[in-house]
């Protein structure tokens, strides 16, 4: 049986048997293990415990402030061989980092995580202490993990992996720069950049790494904000590359001479790599448009009674397409011209 209490206002508690539906922090729950239960006895035969609306920050918190505590207090490691002290101490960082970016990435996003609350303490040491240098080398580590994996995301992997629109382009540049807005914030914080100091005044060799890494995201982000700039006056053009397919020629031509003035005016946005990529994406959204055109009365070589229609279909797709290739070529022509 259970019986669960939510505060209520006023400092008033609500009691019941189910799950309150609407909580706001964390709700308690006792358990009763026997059917009876004496007043005597009665710690050993109740269960408590607590759930949260928002497990994973609950679980964080609770290693943070209680197990942490508990587990690396000298009192409570007496007698303890130092191999099993190094052993929990490790297991516990790492449970509290992979707990911590779990949570980043529950909301799509990166958190580098720092090293315990007991941090501030090793900062202040100067890093004499090796463990302690140690401890703040593997949170080093474990940052140029995570740093390296949203720098190394490409857009051309949407094509590897399927046939994307050049809506994907956009979303792409959308989250990239989110994550690298969000890598910036945090790098440029006041604890990540002590943690960078120390590891500097103590001529650590994972310094120089960090440090070019650092500059690698400034660089990574400074360009995923300019292509989000220069690919937005797209977006409107993207959505009526959706509509009837037989008036795609008017809406292809601005979208082509959009493509040629970002190529022209900037600054990340006009390489080979990057320009492929959108015109493939291009490409893709006027094939399905085409099939879905031939086939919206269903397949080809259904319906023979009709065989005009069908005929006087695929001339309009053939003019459409040839229409499309023609500027696509000419776009390609004028990106040469521009380049030299």
């Known amino acids: 049986m259970f019986i669960f209490l939510e505060a209520g206002s006023k400092d008033k508690y609500c009691a019941s048997r189910i799950p309150p539906p609407n909580y706001k922090t964390k709700c308690v729950y006792l358990t009763k293990m026997e059917p009876s239960v004496p007043d005597s006895d009665f710690e050993h035969l109740i269960a408590f415990s607590e759930f949260a609306n928002a497990p994973l920050p609950m679980i964080l918190a609770l290693t943070q402030e209680v197990y942490f505590p508990l587990l690396t207090n000298p009192r409570n490691q007496e ?61 080093v580590v ?58 500097e005044v103590t001529k650590s060799t994972y310094f120089p790494a960090f440090n070019r890494l650092c500059k690698e995201v400034a660089q990574a982000r400074m360009e995923a904000n300019d292509n989000i700039v220069y690919l937005k006056p797209l977006v409107g053009y993207f959505s009526k590359l959706q509509d009837d397919f037989a008036e795609l020629i008017p809406v292809f031509r601005p979208t082509m001479h959009t ?82």
């Open 142 to 199: 474990m940052w140029t993990k995570q740093i390296k994996g949203i720098l190394k995301q490409d857009p051309e992997t949407a094509l590897k992996n399927g046939h994307p629109g050049p809506e994907v382009e956009m979303e792409f540049w959308d989250n990239k720069a989110d994550n690298l807005n969000s890598l910036h914030t945090q790098l440029s914080g006041e604890k990540i950049r002590k943690v960078v100091k120390v590891l």
């Open 259 to 340: 493509l040629l003035l970002i190529w022209k005016n900037s600054k990340f946005y006009n390489t080979p790599a990057r320009f492929v990529v959108i015109m493939r994406q291009l490409c893709n959204t006027i094939i399905f448009q085409a099939m879905n055109f031939l086939t919206a009365d269903g397949s080809l070589f259904e319906n023979t009674e009709e065989p005009e229609k069908k005929v006087e279909s695929l001339k309009q797709c053939l003019k459409v397409c040839t229409a499309v290739l023609l500027m696509c070529c000419a776009c390609v022509a004028h990106v040469l011209l521009i380049k030299v």
């Open 79 to 139: 007698g303890w061989p130092e191999v099993i002290t190094k052993e929990v101490q490790e297991s516990l960082h790492r449970f509290l980092a992979q707990v911590y970016i779990t949570i980043g990435n529950t909301q799509g996003k990166t958190f580098l995580p720092l090293p315990p609350n007991h941090g501030a303490a090793l900062i202040d040491n100067s890093g004499r202490d090796k463990d302690r240098i140690h401890l703040l080398e593997s949170a």
